[in-house]
């Protein structure tokens, strides 16, 4: 604990603490899409299908819709709904709206997700350039300096050196393993809305054609 205060009060201290800049970013960032992508637009997908499937096999649109209500955050409920409100319309009138739903829904879930990386980078290059500037002032007050102080300002420098480096890395990685899951968790979402989309759009299709059969899976 000692080491770490004293490598934020002592030389290039400063950057150090610009370094908390791009940790902040990143904690606010990973917080915010959490909280949405886990607990807002996610839902269970597959049981939300089966009961959406099987009140259009009844043809109960209006049941369907409010169960999509139900779930008003949830970004598959959203597009879903879309469609529903035009399941007594043509073919290319419930394609369109489901492709309106998506193109509204789809950036909301992508937002700011792919913001990760590139904070994560920023603290990496801010750590190396705290590095490369404490190995300059390290160099260039060892020329100036007596035989007895050379080898306190070279350790000093180092020091400095050291400490950026790793402080920038206990940053970025971090924040890009979040990345990796918030990734993971964005593309699930995506996938099933195109998923259920498309089998929504297939399932009222052949209600308006009379064609309905079994369940689809």
């Known amino acids: 604990m000692d080491y770490i205060k004293g490598a934020f009060q002592g030389q290039g201290a400063i950057w150090m603490w610009l370094i908390i800049l791009p940790s902040v970013a990143a904690v606010a960032l990973i917080i915010e899409r959490t909280i949405f ?25 209006d049941r369907a ?9 949830a970004a598959l409920a959203r597009v879903l709904k879309a469609g529903l409100m035009r399941a007594n319309k043509g073919e290319v009138e419930i394609s369109n709206a489901l492709s309106e739903a998506q193109l509204e829904v789809v950036p909301m879930v992508q937002k700011r997700t792919g913001s990760l990386p590139p904070v ?19 160099f260039a007050a060892s020329k100036v300096a007596s035989q007895e102080e050379r080898s306190t300002l070279l350790m000093q420098g180092i020091a ?8 920038g890395l206990i940053i970025a990685i971090p924040t890009l393993a979040a990345y990796l ?10 996938d099933e809305i195109d998923q259920y989309s498309t089998k929504l759009e297939n399932l009222l299709v052949a209600r308006a054609h009379g064609q309905l059969g079994a369940p689809q899976q």
């Open 160 to 167: 400095v050196a050291m400490n950026t480096t790793a402080f």
């Open 120 to 138: 994560a980078s920023i603290a990496t290059l801010m750590g190396l350039l705290g590095t490369i500037t404490g190995l300059i002032l390290a």
């Open 65 to 73: 819709i409010k169960l999509c209500n139900a779930a008003p955050n």
């Open 181 to 190: 899951v918030l990734a993971g968790v964005t593309k699930k979402i995506l």
């Open 37 to 61: 992508l886990l607990f807002r637009f996610n839902i269970n997908a597959t049981q939300f299908w089966a009961q959406i499937q099987k009140l259009v096999m009844a043809n109960n649109i």
